[in-house]
């Protein structure tokens, strides 16, 4: 049984101990709600960020639902595993849910590679926003990615760590599927601009518990800096183990998907000259996020999960949707690519800059402990 259960918009609680809904009472329930497909990992390499991801989603959903919901509806969530180790593969699903009217919208937090098999099955059906940090050049129909690119979040990262700490050479290690090939290959273009050598790359399958032999490779491979684009529990199992090799000393790491979850996770004996890059971190000192942080605790209360850049992102991914069909109900079809700066939406990365106009910055933040020192803002 696929991991499937609608989660009304009142209810405080966290999905993993809610019980999984079978397939057909979903079909069967009253249709009176807005559905939409919350498509997040549950399970794999990913499953560490469902609950920051769920709780986000929440609380966006309680907002819009004071509201006058989407298009005049409840809204619902239908919460679905996308992470590529699921047992049941997330494309057949979703096609089979569309087919029987039984969602309305997706929202997605997964990663690339899930995007673009999904992207052949959703076919503007329905509107998909994506949320995360990705590579780009998203330019589908009826397909609304909201996240960082390469462009804005790593190329500005490696200038300012390069005129910072000089490396001579970069490592990059990613896992094995578009956003870190992408990534990696923008950076490979920006480090031959700037002059500076690629010392390692290497592309990981998901899963590798034992990441002793990769860190033993970059250790030979001469690199003073590392791009590490592994994710979720691959991020936190290889940076244990660079930690545990005290590579900390001579290599500085840029970890673009290492949240604050991830933090937890790796422990703050091994993040020493750990850095990202996004336009939002669980403590970014602006009014906009000061108001997120008080709803969402005063929503889940003190024991939620931390926020992070990717839970935020499905906040701000149902509030996309929300005022997407507010503005046009049904010309979103006839749209492509990002609409997030021209569709005005609750967020806690947006901020308005000179002149009134709405920006979404860049900061540079460093590991301390294990929350992140936000620093230097990059654009």
């Not at 990262?157 to 970069?170: D, F, G, K, M």
């Not at 592309?203 to 518990?209: A, T, V």
């Not at 939002?280 to 931390?306: C, I, K, Q, S």
Request: net charge neutral.
């Amino acid at each position: 049984m696929p991991a499937l259960c609608p989660i009304g918009g009142s209810g405080h609680g966290l999905l993993p101990e809610t019980v999984v809904s079978p397939f057909d009472d979903l079909l069967l329930a009253p249709r009176s709600a807005f559905r939409v497909a919350l498509m997040i990992p549950m399970c794999g390499a990913a499953g560490l960020w469902a609950p920051s991801c769920i709780a986000a989603a929440q609380l966006a959903v309680a907002e819009i639902n004071r509201g006058r919901g989407i298009a005049d509806r409840p809204v619902e969530l239908v919460m679905i595993d996308s992470a590529v180790e699921a047992a049941t593969p997330v494309e057949h699903l979703t096609n089979e849910l569309i087919e029987l009217g039984a969602i309305d919208a997706i929202v997605g937090m997964h990663i690339s590679a899930v995007r673009q098999r999904l992207s052949k099955i959703v076919q503007a059906r329905i509107p998909y926003v994506y949320t995360p940090l990705y590579e780009g050049g998203e330019r589908t129909p009826g397909i609304f990615a909201i996240g960082e690119t390469p462009s804005e979040q790593v190329g500005p990262a490696i200038e300012r760590l390069q005129a910072i700490y000089r490396p001579r050479r970069w490592a990059l290690i990613g896992n094995d599927y578009v956003w870190p090939r992408t990534s990696h290959s923008y950076a490979k273009l920006h480090l031959q601009r700037l002059g500076v050598g690629l010392a390692l790359e290497r592309y990981l399958p998901f899963g590798i518990s034992d990441m002793d032999a990769e860190v033993e490779a970059l250790a030979a491979s001469g690199a003073d800096a590392l791009l590490l684009s592994l994710v979720g529990q691959d991020a936190v199992d290889f940076n244990r183990a660079f930690g545990a090799a005290g590579l900390d000393r001579r290599i500085i790491r840029l970890c673009c998907a290492v949240e604050e979850n991830g933090l937890l996770a790796i422990g703050a004996e091994n993040l020493k000259r750990v850095f990202s890059a996004a336009s939002y971190f669980g403590g970014l000192a602006t009014e906009v996020n000061a108001a997120f942080r008080e709803a969402y605790h005063g929503f889940h209360g003190d024991r939620a999960p931390m926020l992070n850049a990717l839970g935020q992102s499905t906040y701000e991914g149902l509030h996309f949707l929300a005022a997407l069909l507010a503005r046009d109900r049904d010309g979103w079809r006839a749209r492509t690519g990002a609409l997030a700066q021209d569709c005005l939406h609750r967020s806690a990365r947006w901020q308005r800059g000179v002149g009134g106009r709405r920006e979404r910055p860049i900061y540079l933040a460093r590991a301390d402990g294990m929350l992140f020192d936000i620093g230097a803002r990059l654009g």
